[in-house]
């Protein structure tokens, strides 16, 4: 399947692997940080929810949502992880687990610029299926903030990208 939107680039240097994500949303900066950092919102299209306090420091647990842990057999459905930034609303940081999202907004004359970066960690399943994961959440985080209906978050498949990112993974 052709993605709907420019494949994230897998970038390596001495820090390890991350994966960098531009997307161009036709919504207001603030709609974007509702979606970005509201459990109710984050339930459409993340695989997890953040509990916690909003606030930078603070020591938050990453849980998988019920459904997305027992169709991917996630055995430890609960992380931990650390709100790193909070600069509402134009930066959030956050590790869950070994792995550090770093989201940035961007006001344009037509919306939002959303970064996103990836700081992969050692103990990952590698860049093309955390990058394949990350573009169908992108995915869905446009649906939800540009037509306030997306479909549900496992109506699709994240792997429809898994060649594209294998593909992408090898040419570094």
Same mark, same amino acid.
């Given at each position: 399947?052709?993605?709907?939107?420019?494949?994230?680039?897998?970038?390596?240097?001495?820090?390890?692997?991350?994966?960098?994500?531009?997307?161009?949303?036709?919504?207001?900066?603030?709609? &974007?940080?509702?979606?970005?950092?509201?459990?109710?919102?984050?339930?459409?299209?993340?695989?997890?929810?953040?509990?916690?306090?909003?606030?930078?420091?603070? /020591?938050?647990?990453?849980?998988?949502?019920?459904?997305? #842990?027992?169709?991917?057999?996630?055995?430890?459905?609960?992380?931990?992880?650390?709100?790193?930034?909070?600069?509402?609303?134009?930066?959030?940081?956050?590790?869950?687990?070994? /792995?550090?999202?770093?989201?940035?907004? /961007?006001?344009? #004359?037509?919306?939002?610029?959303?970064?996103?970066? &990836?700081?992969?960690? #050692?103990?990952?399943?590698?860049?093309?299926? &955390?990058?394949?994961? +990350?573009? +169908?959440?992108?995915?869905?985080?446009?649906?939800? &903030?540009?037509?306030?209906?997306?479909?549900?978050?496992?109506?699709?498949?994240?792997?429809?990208?898994?060649?594209?990112?294998?593909?992408?993974?090898? #040419?570094?």
């Amino acid at each position: 399947m052709t993605p709907r939107h420019p494949l994230g680039k897998i970038l390596r240097d001495e820090h390890g692997t991350a994966l960098h994500f531009e997307r161009e949303l036709r919504s207001a900066p603030e709609r &974007v940080w509702r979606a970005l950092t509201e459990s109710d919102q984050l339930r459409t299209w993340m695989p997890c929810d953040i509990v916690g306090p909003r606030e930078e420091g603070a /020591e938050v647990m990453i849980p998988f949502w019920d459904d997305v #842990a027992a169709r991917y057999a996630i055995t430890e459905p609960v992380l931990t992880g650390r709100i790193v930034t909070w600069d509402p609303p134009r930066r959030f940081a956050w590790t869950w687990d070994d /792995e550090l999202l770093t989201f940035e907004l /961007e006001p344009t #004359a037509t919306g939002t610029r959303l970064t996103l970066m &990836v700081r992969l960690g #050692a103990k990952g399943p590698g860049a093309a299926l &955390v990058g394949e994961g +990350y573009h +169908y959440c992108l995915d869905q985080l446009i649906d939800l &903030v540009e037509t306030e209906a997306p479909h549900a978050f496992l109506d699709d498949d994240a792997r429809q990208f898994e060649q594209a990112y294998a593909a992408a993974e090898h #040419a570094h």
